[in-house]
């Protein structure tokens, strides 16, 4: 049986940890396998966005409670930085 360009994209994206949507098998045979795996790999070199899900008594259980309340009265004083390391 000979490997076709369409099972080879679709090994990648199984390697990739996923595979490919059932709409896209189709097109899977139109591009090299080269050419999908430089968009996964462009794709998968994004950092995700930060956010802080943890609220005040969380951090506080981690930096104790007279750190997080001291952070907490900085950061509505508004000082900068500088200010903070002082």
Same mark, same amino acid.
């Given at each position: 049986?000979?490997?076709?360009?369409?099972?080879?994209?679709?090994?990648?994206?199984?390697?990739?940890? !996923?595979?490919? +949507?059932?709409?896209? /098998? %189709?097109? @899977?045979?139109?591009?090299?396998?080269?050419?999908?795996?430089?968009?996964?790999?462009?794709?998968?070199?994004?950092?995700?966005?930060? !956010?802080?899900? +943890?609220?005040?008594? /969380? %951090?506080? @259980?981690?930096?104790?409670?007279?750190?997080?309340?001291?952070?907490?009265?900085?950061?509505?004083?508004?000082?900068?930085?500088?200010?903070?390391?002082?």
């Amino acid at each position: 049986m000979a490997v076709t360009t369409q099972m080879k994209n679709q090994h990648l994206f199984w390697r990739a940890g !996923f595979g490919a +949507a059932a709409e896209d /098998l %189709k097109n @899977l045979a139109g591009h090299s396998p080269q050419k999908i795996y430089a968009a996964l790999e462009k794709a998968s070199a994004k950092k995700p966005p930060y !956010f802080d899900v +943890a609220d005040n008594s /969380l %951090k506080g @259980l981690f930096m104790g409670v007279t750190d997080a309340v001291k952070m907490e009265e900085m950061r509505k004083n508004g000082l900068d930085g500088e200010a903070r390391k002082k």
